[in-house]
């Protein structure tokens, strides 16, 4: 290595280091920081009071009632009087007990609670969290659901009744199906009721909300109900940071693709058409509420918000949605929850509803590879009950093995490349100094006649990009990884951690608190193809700088990779084995004393410029006058 190029490395490693010591956190940032953590904190208050605002309600109104039945100087006709004028036709329902009923079938086992009519908490039986200990999407002391019911005197939510039971709890299996509702009655058989129905086979609740002679109890200037939903999102894997960065509110207008709320966003956004369906999304599983026709778009909001202060509780979820009422005697509003895991192929399952878009692919290009080439492949062999780590392995040959002609493609034109290197290297000396619009031009006319494309390497590369960059999206999401060991990593679907040192200003931030050890072989494996690649192309002085940037990328990828998911790490670890074999298998194969042959007979009979020869050389005759004039014009200055 030349003194240019150590001097280059050490002024690009005071960049890197400098970059980081300026932008650590200075007390100020850090006061700056807590008050904007305090500024979420009280955006998720007044929240959490715009639209749970029943639960104040509700314990005031419940005080107000105590404080009316136990005042012993009041008579018992008194009290009634005074609980019918707060509560009017739903007073009977202002007081009871409050009893479960549970419904459940082979996934998802769901609480149905007597107070508010709704489902309290929810468990998926086939998953648990990283602690071994039962998978609860959400319970009862940390989400809400609530109907708005507006009447000419009063407002009213429907968290604040008992609600009457008729049916009781079960357990369904196979194709079967069961229901159970909750009634809230409001006197002279008029009741809004929610209708519960499980089948066997299924991630999915059904929900009818079915009104009888509520027309003559609700406002008659109404045109919709509003429905609350919200719930703080339990922590379910060890790892904090990627959950949070993998959880958010997708929703779906009836007419467009599904979009979301960005995972770094603590915002409120207004739901400005018809919706479709809304989905409290965490980083594996994912609660979602489908209407059978729509919801409203007046008033429908959407609201995350990060909750990084909280050991317990990842994200802050809410929606205020609109259903449409219609003032009639006997109304039904269908809707659809659906409780279960973030998997394409399950969500793909429910037609014309496209929650499958919660699983993130990748946009474009990529996520069509995904979908379209690993996510088959990664399927066919899962079917097989191996260990996820020789399934990695595997989908790694496989995808290799797709790639070898483009990988070969690749060798070839550097093969020919280095077989030019004296050729070129004397054509840079005689131009040393000089004029570098000749030079160039001298090279390219060497390449036409050799027969030799500089840029058939590249393009190669550029074919390979759309794999690599979609299995950076795919492994973090994949929900099959979650848990599955492999080696010294517990669970695949997050990092490997061999040493966790603890907090380090700076380089928490940037590197974390923990040493992954795929993320180091992958780092290592990187640094050694481009060693043995660089060896194998022979010294050169063109380009210092991209040889140096050659060896700093693979350290710039630590610091994303050890943060990542260890399938990823272990991949591109792999990948980068099988590309270094492969490469000395084709070093052992292609005679580069017959490429030089070739060479010389091209040079012999050498082939009319191509209309992209002309186009490269005239591109570089442009690029190269207009710097020769940038020059002439800072020596007049």
């Not at 305090?38 to 404080?67: G, P, W």
């Not at 996820?388 to 093969?415: E, Q, W």
């Amino acid at each position: 290595m030349d003194r240019n190029s150590i001097v280059g490395i050490l002024l690009i490693a005071a960049i890197i280091f400098g970059w980081m010591y300026m932008t650590a956190p200075t007390q100020e940032e850090l006061q700056k920081q807590k008050r904007y953590n305090d500024s979420v904190v009280k955006a998720q208050q007044e929240h959490e009071k715009k639209y749970a605002k029943f639960l104040t309600d509700s314990v005031s109104q419940t005080d107000s009632l105590k404080k009316i039945v136990a005042d012993t100087t009041v008579s018992d006709s008194a009290k009634q009087i005074a609980v019918n004028k707060k509560f009017g036709a739903f007073a009977n329902a202002i007081s009871g007990t409050d009893e479960n009923y549970t419904i459940e079938n082979d996934f998802i086992k769901a609480t149905i609670s007597r107070k508010g009519g709704r489902i309290s908490t929810v468990t998926l039986k086939n998953y648990v969290r990283h602690d071994s200990t039962p998978l609860v999407l959400f319970d009862a002391d940390s989400s809400n659901f609530s109907l708005t019911l507006e009447t000419d005197e009063n407002q009213y939510e429907t968290s604040q009744f008992y609600f009457d039971a008729v049916g009781s709890s079960f357990s369904v299996t196979a194709d079967a199906q069961k229901s159970i509702s909750m009634r809230l009655n409001a006197g002279d058989g008029k009741y809004l009721e929610y209708v519960y129905t499980l089948k066997g086979n299924a991630h999915t609740v059904d929900v009818a909300v079915n009104l009888v002679g509520m027309n003559n109890v609700l406002a008659g200037n109404i045109g919709q109900l509003n429905l609350n939903w919200g719930m703080h999102t339990p922590s379910q894997e060890f790892d904090h940071y990627n959950q949070r960065n993998r959880s958010t509110i997708y929703f779906k207008y009836t007419e467009d693709a599904p979009d979301y709320i960005s995972e770094a966003a603590s915002e409120t956004k207004s739901l400005d058409a018809k919706t479709k369906w809304v989905a409290f999304k965490q980083q594996f599983f994912t609660s979602t509420l489908i209407a059978n026709t729509h919801f409203d778009k007046t008033g429908a909001d959407i609201t995350s918000l990060n909750n990084s202060d909280s050991a317990n509780y990842i994200k802050v979820f809410a929606t205020n949605l609109a259903i449409p009422y219609e003032k009639k005697d006997m109304q039904t509003f269908g809707m659809q929850f659906y409780f279960g895991p973030v998997h394409y192929q399950t969500l793909k399952q429910y037609e014309g509803l496209n929650l499958e878009k919660q699983v993130p692919l990748g946009w474009g290009v990529f996520g069509w590879v995904n979908k379209f080439a690993v996510i088959p492949i990664f399927n066919w062999l899962d079917g097989f009950n191996l260990n996820y780590g020789l399934i990695i392995l595997i989908l790694t040959i496989i995808i290799k093995i797709v790639l070898f002609p483009i990988a070969y493609k690749t060798y070839l034109s550097s093969a020919k490349m280095r077989v030019l290197k004296p050729e070129i290297d004397e054509i840079n000396k005689k131009f040393e100094g000089g004029d570098p619009l000749k030079k160039n031009a001298a090279n390219m006319e060497l390449y036409r006649k050799a027969g030799v494309n500089p840029l058939a390497g590249c393009i190669p590369l550029l074919l390979q990009m759309p794999i690599l960059i979609a299995l950076v999206s795919f492994f973090p999401s994949s929900i099959e990884l979650r848990q599955q060991p492999f080696l010294w990593a517990h669970d695949l679907s997050t990092y490997d951690s061999v040493w966790n040192f603890g907090y380090v200003p700076v380089i928490a931030s940037i590197y974390g608190e923990h040493m992954s050890l795929f993320a180091l072989l992958m780092t290592a494996s990187t640094l050694l193809y481009t060693w043995s690649n660089s060896q194998l192309m022979g010294n050169t002085n063109q380009m210092p700088g991209m040889k140096v940037m050659m060896y700093i990328m693979p350290f710039m990828f630590l610091f994303f990779l050890n943060k990542n998911s260890a399938g990823l790490s272990y991949y591109y670890f792999l990948a980068n084995m099988i590309t270094f074999g492969q490469t000395y298998l084709m070093r052992y194969f292609v005679d580069e004393k017959a490429l030089r042959a070739k060479i010389d007979e091209n040079k012999r009979n050498p082939k009319k410029k191509s209309s992209f020869q002309q186009r490269l050389e005239d591109m570089q005759r442009e690029r190269m006058k207009v710097m020769q004039e940038k020059d002439k014009g800072k020596k007049k200055k």
